[in-house]
């Protein structure tokens, strides 16, 4: 099993700046992709970006491409989320997940979450 444990949230003005980090430890061995998700209140939780375990893959929601940037230091086993130029349309809880596919392109494919960290932007 992965856990996977969120840290970095907090608040923030608009056009400030967060970086989100997701230490994984347990069978990271089995680990390919790294997703980040975002669920604000009342919505449906949704994408935000995902890295390949090895780095040389990343893909990012229209919402945030161009504002946030996911990357990864295997070393410390560790996914970052850095976000930029952050609006108030940002705020929710922001989870990062684990997945043993290869693809990583739905919800259902990641295998291990973690609990969540708190994004509040004010305007």
Partial sequence: QVQLVESGGGLVQAGGSLRLSCAASGSIFSINVMGWYRQAPGKEREFVARISWSGSSTFYADSVKGRFTVSR?????????????????????????????YYGTSDWEYDAWGQGTQVTVSS
């Fill in 73 to 101: 230091d295997n070393a410390k086993n560790t996914v970052y989320l850095q976000m930029n130029r952050l609006k108030p349309e940002d705020t929710a809880v922001y989870y990062c997940a684990a997945a043993r596919s």
